[in-house]
Structure formats: C-alpha cells, structure tokens
C-alpha cells in the first residue's frame, strides 16, 4: 500500500509514528516559510505541515511521508483534530487543473456539477449519501437473506410487452429485424420464479422506463427492492416489509423518529376521502424531516379509468389498471369482472407510503388463467397483446403456487430516508432534468457503421442530419 493510514484515522494515541498518508489536497495556505495543507480522502481530513514553501495546489493527488505531532492549537471540528503531520517528503502522485467549480458553493448550476459528477462527488455531504446508500441496501440485504429470501438477478435484455410504461428498445444483430427491451420491472421473471419455486425472492434490481421527467422521478432507470413470495396472503407481505424498515430505522438511522412503529393499514377510498390523496402524510409534524411516517393503503380499486398514457391498452376501451394486469381482485368482487361494474371492484393491491410519497407498491397476484384473461380484455387487449403474456399463462398452467409481492423505488426512498430534497442527491450519476448524462454525453449519436451492423435505417430528419454531420 501506498499508504499507512487513511486522512480519517490518525489521533492523539498515534503521536511520534512515523505514517504514510495519500489523497487530495482540500485546502493549502502558505505563511511564512511554512505549507499548510489539509489533506482529504473519503474517510476524512488531516492537517500536513511542510517546512517550506511549496508550489502544491488544491486538488493535486499526493503522497505525504511523516511524523503524527500533538497540535498546540485543537481543532474540534475535525476528528484528526488533536495531531498533524510534519511531512519530510511529499510525493506528486497526480497534478490537477484548477476546479471548474467551487466544490463547496450552493450557487453552481446543477448541470455543472452533473458534467464534473466525479469532482462533485467529493463532496462531503454526498460522499455521505452514497455510503449511506451502501449501508441501507447491505442492511436490507442483510435482513432479507435472515429470512430465507434468496436474491436472483434477472435478464436485462427482454421482451417488449405492454405492462404499463414505454419500453427501451435494444435492436438485435443476429435477428435482423427484431428488438430486445430493457426491463420496466422484473415483474414477469419473479412470478415465474415462483411457479420455479423459489418461494421467497427478493432483488435489488434496475428498472429502465421510457418516461419523461417527473419530480423525485429519475428519468429513465432507477432501481428498485423487488420482493416476491409464495403461499403468502397480503399482510404477510405488509409484515415482511414493515419489519425490515423498523429495524432499518432503529439501527442505521438511529436519529429519525418512527411516527408509527406499527405501520397503519389505511383503505385508499377513506384516505382519498380524509386525505384527498392515495399518499398521505401521516408525519405529526409536516416540517420535521426527521420524523418518518410510513403507512399502508390497501383496498384499491382494481380499475381505473384510461388515460391518454394508456396508449397501449385497448384503444377505446374504460379500464387501465390501478396497479398493473396482474393484480388479483378481491374474491368477493369477481362477479364484477365485466364493462359495466368493473368499477366496483377492489383488488390486492398494497401501496407502501412514506412522508406523502408513494414509495413502493405491489399485490396478490392473479394466479388463475381465466380471472387473467378476463383482466386481459376488460383493459381491451387484443389477442396479439394477450399473446405477448403467452410465457405466463402457460408457465400459470404448471402447478403456480398463490403468490405476491411489491417493489420499492429505492431511490426514492433514500431521499426521503435522508432528508434530501432532490433525487439526484442519492445517486451517483444521475442523469439531469432532460434525461441526459452529462459526464459521458449520453444518449449519443452513433457511427453509420455500427447502424448498419444492428440493421437500423434512421428516418427521423433531425438525426439523419445528425449522421450527415458526422461522416
Ligand atoms: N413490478 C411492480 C412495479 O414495478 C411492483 C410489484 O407489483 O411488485 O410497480
């Protein structure tokens, strides 16, 4: 190793060793004939003392050879604020360039920040998310894996169906002609899992969705807790769920207060009544960001009316799902299954809400061929759509144990989980409000050559002038 110790870890006890420190220089001061240089790295600060007068800048990598001394004058602001380190040799591992920005400036514009990501997440504050997103997920796994939940990874190159948002389309080179798309969810895999009978399956999986912005809305991708079980009712599900997030809170977030350590299960026609919303804030104090009210909604309406981001249901037919296609109605409302009292019926879906967002949902899933068909043509699709399905309906005919799940927008959670007020604060590289990444100039324009080879012919003027450009 480079180095002896991290920028975060020497103290009082460690006065006269002879140590090795690496990092970046966070700040330098010349008095005198003296360099005062505070050294940083991602576990902390340590103050460098050089007996000459040096040319060393902010941001410049170095290797730093010396001795931990007592400092006369304490700084109690910094951990390593009881030493410093008399530097006999200091090693240039890297130059850099003036920053393009104040790190530490409210009034950078976020694009700035966005395109230098990698000196933006330098940051304290979101060195501090990211390692704390890190600890949040280990620790769910962590629980998840104590109650013999097994995590499998499922494909990211799959089929286009219609399950509720836009697909991404990835064009194939060995099939000319056809596409692949990105998964909006692991949906159908983790219910086919379950015929496969792995009863208890959780993922942290990416989701990819062809959507436009929306507030505390990642354009795109996001990644999401994916959890399914078999042989389960709803509230074994609400329980599991509820469990984890309790001791989540008391062990990694020991400074939030749980306004309810038994989550309530409220039904989505009171709250919409009460609350004029189907995410209520439940917090006793709406200001206190510290205070973390989770609640459920159940009874859910299994219909909705379409809208016009229905496209892909039955053009001109009433009825979009509430959740998605493969929530089971309440059993009492199957004879409502037809156009005219479609309405009428309530289904298993749970929505898991936490401060006034909706940050997870799931259901009982249909596990009946025919209450699925039936879902099937209420929203109007047509029998190449139902074919689209065809690989669980059949896999539906193989012994498909009762099952159901939920997914969390994990990113959203952690927002909310850190009192953060935007999305991007959590996630390393986020794209920006129009769906770009700014660090790698994403999405791009790509070479007639490489086109031509995945068989695609643009027709769209803009990019074809675009490719013009580019030969
Ligand atoms: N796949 C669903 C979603 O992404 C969640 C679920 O029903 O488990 O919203």
Redesign the pocket.
């Known amino acids: 190793m480079l180095r002896t110790h991290t920028c975060g870890e020497l103290r009082k006890k460690d006065n006269g060793k002879k140590v090795q420190l690496t990092g970046w220089i966070d700040r330098v001061r010349v008095v005198g004939k003296t360099t005062f240089m505070v050294l940083k790295d991602r576990y902390g600060r340590t103050q460098i003392i050089l007996d000459e007068k040096s040319k060393l800048k902010r941001g410049y990598c170095i290797k730093v050879s010396g001795k931990v001394v007592k400092r006369k004058d304490v700084n109690k602001n910094m951990p390593t604020g009881d030493i410093e380190i008399v530097a006999d040799k200091i090693d240039v591992l890297s130059k850099s360039k003036p920053m393009p920005f104040e790190l530490d400036s409210e009034n950078v514009a976020e694009d700035l920040r966005l395109k230098y990501r990698y000196l933006d997440l330098r940051r304290d504050k979101i060195q501090n998310n990211l390692m704390m997103r890190h600890k949040i997920i280990n620790f769910i796994r962590g629980e998840f894996d104590d109650k013999d939940f097994v995590e499998i990874s499922t494909p990211l190159l799959t089929k286009s169906t219609p399950e ?1 948002a836009r697909d991404f389309i990835v064009p194939s080179r060995i099939h000319p002609g056809k596409f692949y798309a990105l998964p ?4 159908q895999y ?1 219910q086919l899992l379950m015929v496969a009978g792995f009863d208890k399956y959780y993922q942290v999986a990416p ?1 990819l969705r062809d959507e436009d912005a929306r507030a505390h809305r990642s354009p795109g991708e996001f990644y ?1 807790l ?3 079980m078999s042989f389960v009712e709803q509230e074994d599900i609400l329980d599991v769920i509820e469990n984890v997030f309790v001791k989540l809170v008391k062990k990694i977030l020991p400074n939030k207060k749980l306004t309810f350590t038994k989550f309530p299960r409220l039904k989505y026609d009171d709250v919409i009544k009460k609350y004029g919303t189907d995410s209520p804030d439940l917090r006793k104090d709406k200001n206190n960001p510290d205070e973390l009210a989770f609640c459920w909604i159940v009874d859910f309406p299994l219909f909705t009316k379409q809208s016009e981001d229905d496209y892909f249901y039955g053009a001109g037919k009433k009825w979009a799902p509430s ?2 296609m ?2 089971m109605p309440k059993e009492k409302d199957l004879k409502y299954l037809n156009t005219k009292d479609a309405g009428k019926i309530k289904s298993y879906q749970h929505d898991f809400v936490l401060n006034g967002y909706e940050i ?4 009982i ?1 249909i596990h009946d061929k025919e209450i699925q068909e039936k879902v099937f043509d209420l929203i109007g699709f047509t029998k190449e759509q139902k074919k689209e399905f065809k690989h669980l309906l059949e896999a539906f005919e193989y012994g498909v144990p009762p099952h159901g ?3 969390l927008g994990l990113d959203r959670a952690l927002m909310i989980l850190l009192g953060e007020p935007s999305i991007r604060e959590v996630i390393a590289f986020p794209k920006n409000k129009n769906a770009v990444d700014l660090v790698v100039d994403a999405p791009s324009i790509i070479p007639n050559e490489q086109l031509k080879d995945a068989n695609i012919t643009l027709v769209s003027k803009k990019s074809s002038e675009s490719q013009k450009r580019e030969k």
Do not use: L, M, W, Y
């Open positions: 509720g909006q969810s692991p949906q983790k989701c999401q994916d959890v399914e959740h998605h493969f929530t997870g949902g799931g259901s899933r799940g939920i997914a």
